[in-house]
């Protein structure tokens, strides 16, 4: 059997386009998930394994990790961690409990779930790959976004440290994207006049949808970004770089 990639969030917007995209690419696909029905119906669909597990338990990323490398060759291939939270709010309004659970599901759960993977992962033959995400927020800076740009910035030195520890056998890359149609930003786009606003402020104006996410996370994932490590790649119209209004 072959040697899976795990996707965690993987019956959210962004984790699931890559789950099909994988699967589409005739990679093995470990899926997980909190919502059993949700998982269930995916991984069916795709023909896929899973794990169904709420991150915050202890043993959640051991259990999906071991699972994983259960259901196919004893390795793991990769992880893609497409887990995340959008919490916008002026500084002065952010709690601590804010900043600390924005830095938890970001931050140290994406170093858990490479942790956890790590011993079946230096197992693949040919070296496994992890894909991390982070936000057009981190290079650009906005008004509202101090926690969860700073939790985003975490992830990014997170990928470059560990691309350089894990060098050769395992591949540490991140994408970043600019804001992008999901249930998890649903409430955000919710005003239809603010989404427009905000698709206008693209080069490529419109907003990001997860099917723009998932071409480059299977690269990323694959045996075909062999000599990639350590980038922060980003997937967002040009709002980090480009102005063409003003």
Known sequence: MASKILVYGATGGIG????????????????????????AALADEIGASSTVVDLDQEGAFRLA????????????????????????????????????RDFLVNSIWAVEAVQAALPFMVKHEGGASVVLFSTVAVAQGFTGHA?????????????????????????????????????????????????DAIAAMHAMPRLGEPEDMAPLVTLLAGPQSGWITGQVMAVDGGRSTLRTKG
């Open 65 to 100: 990790s071991e699972e994983a490398a259960a259901q196919g060759s004893g390795a793991i291939a990769g992880v893609v961690f497409a887990v995340g939270t959008i919490n916008i709010k002026p500084v002065g309004r952010l709690t601590r409990a804010d900043f600390e």
């Open 147 to 195: 926690s969860i740009g700073m939790a985003k910035g975490a992830v990014e030195g997170l990928t470059r440290s560990l691309a350089a520890e894990l060098a050769p056998k395992v591949r540490v890359n991140c994408i970043a994207p600019s804001l992008t149609r999901t249930p998890l930003a649903a409430k955000l786009l919710g005003n239809p006049q603010m989404a």
């Open 16 to 39: 699931e386009a890559s789950a099909r995209a994988l699967a589409a690419a005739g990679l093995g696909v470990h899926v997980v998930g909190r919502r059993a029905d949700a998982v």
